[in-house]
């Protein structure tokens, strides 16, 4: 990776919008379906195209805060419930104002299911809930309405219906989705997920025409934190991952640019666990055959989300194949030895080491010397590279304070 690292910044929060609907069975499109309908809304409004931005990038990731927690995450796709899912919006609104990048979305979230006469745990009523807020929990209510194995035009009539029912929402807005609601491709847009028009290429987001490597890290951050979070044993696990990643590329002979995409790279790298349960994640005991094949397909998903995204594909290679295993019984891709490349041989060992001196509920961290004789034994058994192992079997107790032991404090 020569050039400097240049990222769109409307790929990137796509992406990681894709990654906030991962199931155990796949990639739903909730988020991309609001969005969609956000920016039907924007158009017929004729908001100015800062506003539309603004609205079509926090629907894309307006559930972020129900991301590390499965229950919410089955009840806000429903129609039900309604008054018992703000947990996820008060949760969203405190992740993404950390973030400088995502601060401007952090009040929309917040308010994202606030009903127009009230009464909201934000306190705010009718016109005091922020425009786009408004428009965003009306989109959402509609999509979550579809049901995607139906053809669309044959559900206009009983969605409208049910929409026009309720008094959660602004009248004003109403009036503009009676009229959507007349045009075919209104419905059509979101059935087909017809997204091109999202967005122009040469949009800037907030100001940031193109995020660079430390955008993308602090951005990554937050992502991070959503990943372990939903593992309380590992909480710190993709960090760790990142600290001792970079470290040993620093150690390999990477310039200070690609020290820091490894340490991108160990933020991202188990992205992909968003598609597995937290009751596999957070399991005490050992997983059943079952539940390690769902645990198996989360580099397919770290990899599949970040290929997305111009500029990220060697990065996303890396990471998908952070399980592969020199002897060829690694996953998902059971790669060969020869077919790894410095990227991927960092990242797994990286991932091997920390999950050694990491915590587990049914084993503590293990010694220095343990992981040692370890690492020593996946070499001798042709599973680990000897060349970049023995450059961390040097340094094995520098590698070892970068990682953080502890798991969890949560109950
Ligand atoms: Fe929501
Ligand atoms: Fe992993
Ligand atoms: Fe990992």
Not at 48 to 53: E, H, L, R
Not at 173 to 197: G, P, R
Not at 229 to 235: D, G, K, L
Request: with cysteine; net charge negative.
């Amino acid at each position: 990776m020569e050039t400097r690292l240049q990222v769109n910044p409307f790929h990137f929060v796509k992406a990681l919008s894709s990654a906030l609907e991962l199931s155990t069975n796949g990639i739903s499109a909730h988020h991309l379906g609001t969005a969609i309908i956000c920016q039907s809304f924007a158009k017929a409004m004729k908001l100015s195209s800062d506003q539309q931005q603004l609205l079509v990038t926090s629907a894309l990731l307006h559930d972020i805060g129900a991301a590390s927690d499965w229950d919410e995450k089955h009840k806000i796709v429903t129609d039900d419930h309604e008054s018992h899912i703000f947990n996820h919006a008060i949760l969203g609104f405190q992740i993404l104002k950390q973030t400088p990048l995502f601060e401007p979305m952090a009040q929309i979230i917040l308010h994202h299911h606030d009903r127009y006469n009230g009464p909201n745990p934000s306190g705010a009523v009718g016109d005091a809930i922020p425009l786009l807020a408004r428009i965003l929990h009306l989109a959402d209510r509609i999509d979550v309405l579809i049901q995607p194995q139906q053809n669309i035009l044959l559900q206009r009539e009983a969605i409208t219906k049910h929409i026009l029912q309720s008094d959660y929402f602004d009248p004003q807005l109403i009036v503009v989705f009676e009229q959507l609601a007349l045009k075919e491709s209104f419905w059509l847009d979101i059935s087909t997920l017809s997204h091109e028009n999202l967005y122009k290429e040469s949009t800037d987001l907030f100001g940031k025409v193109s995020l660079d490597l430390e955008d993308l890290i602090a951005v990554a951050v937050v992502f991070a934190s959503i990943v372990d979070e939903v593992s309380r044993f590992t909480y710190k696990h993709s960090f760790n991952v990142a600290n001792v990643a970079s470290a040993l590329a620093q150690f390999t002979g990477h310039s200070d640019e690609e020290v820091k995409v490894f340490y991108l790279a160990g933020l991202l790298h188990d992205l992909g666990k968003l598609s597995v349960p937290s009751s596999i994640l957070n399991k005490q005991s050992a997983l059943t055959d079952e539940e390690f094949l769902i645990m198996k397909q989360h580099p397919y998903y770290s990899q599949r989300i970040l290929s997305m995204v111009d500029g990220l594909e060697e990065l996303a290679n890396w990471i998908g194949h952070h399980h592969e295993v020199d002897d060829g019984f690694g996953y998902p891709d059971r790669l060969l030895a020869m077919e790894f490349n410095a990227g991927i041989r960092i990242l797994q060992i990286a991932d091997i080491f920390c999950a050694m001196v990491e915590k587990r509920p049914y084993r503590a961290s293990l010694s220095v010397d343990e992981v040692r004789a370890h690492l020593m034994t996946l070499v001798g058994q042709g599973k680990l590279d000897a060349q970049f192992t023995g450059v961390m079997l040097e340094r094995l107790s520098l590698f070892n304070q970068l990682v953080d032991q502890n798991v969890s404090e949560r109950a």
